[in-house]
């Protein structure tokens, strides 16, 4: 999120919009998952 406000993202009904490949996109969201994944199990 900082990320995107930093970038100027963010139009006005608040949706934010990432430079991100379709591939760069799911390797973040795969990568959060597992940190997630890790927490819970934990």
Known sequence: MDFALS??????EGFVYFEFTGQKFAYMMNCSERKVNRIKNS
């Open 7 to 12: 970038k100027n993202q963010i139009d006005k």
